[in-house]
T-cell receptor
């Protein structure tokens, strides 16, 4: 069964610290997404990657296709970054645009 | 901005009731999805639709059905709600935006 694994499950950081969340997947993908979910439930798309690196503000996402691995970095973390971060992939075998999700990483940034 | 609107944020229903969860998108997207999210299990696909009146089962379709009579609206139906369907339900649509997918705010359903 194709799998998406995230680590760590939980992460606590002090304000200003650099945070890294990892995502590994088992077979070929056509795209990888990083999503953010705040308490209350709504999900926001942060990045869609198929290669290389993307940056948006203090967030950086990288992907290594050969190693089947992606990382999400948060620089100069802030309490408002506290959320669940979710990795999701679209397998190359999928025709419909379905996503498979990791279990999520709960990030808490303390002042 | 693309919007995906779910009609209810919180819903409480009784066991055995028929429940409708509504999702509307405003960007003419063809593909729409219903997921449920449970602690420790992440998001799992219930059903998806790739066009009006077209639907496909996802990974956990049992106990659910869907309806897509108009392109912008995708409804999830719990034919006879059960307590194990208590969950967060998220709708998403997929189109040609830079992120690919837009999610709704979610509906937290409690079946008592």
């Amino acid at each position: 069964k194709n799998e998406v694994e995230q680590s760590p499950q939980n992460l606590t950081a002090q304000e200003g610290e650099f945070i890294t969340i990892n995502c590994s997947y088992s077979v070929g993908i056509s795209a990888l997404h990083w999503l953010q979910q705040h308490p209350g439930g709504g999900i926001v798309s942060l990045f869609m990657l198929s290669s290389g690196k993307k940056k948006h503000g203090r967030l950086i996402a990288t992907i290594n296709i050969q190693e089947k691995h992606s990382s999400l970095h948060i620089t100069a973390s802030h309490p408002r970054d506290s959320a669940v971060y979710i990795c999701a992939v679209r397998w190359t075998t999928d025709s419909w645009g379905k996503l498979q999700f990791g279990a999520g990483t709960q990030v808490v940034v303390t002042p | 901005d693309v919007k995906v609107t779910q009609s209810s944020r919180y819903l409480v229903k009784r066991t055995g009731e028929k429940v409708f969860l509504e999702c509307v998108q405003d960007m003419d997207h063809e593909n729409m999805f219903w997921y449920r999210q449970d602690p420790g299990l992440g998001l799992r696909l219930i059903y998806f639709s790739y066009d009006v009146k077209m639907k496909e089962k996802g990974d956990i379709p049992e106990g659910y059905s869907v309806s897509r009579e108009k392109k912008e609206r995708f409804s999830l139906i719990l034919e006879s709600a059960s307590t194990n369907q208590t969950s967060m339900y998220l709708c998403a649509s997929r189109g040609q935006t830079i992120y690919g997918y837009t999610f709704g705010s979610g509906t937290r359903l409690t079946v008592v």
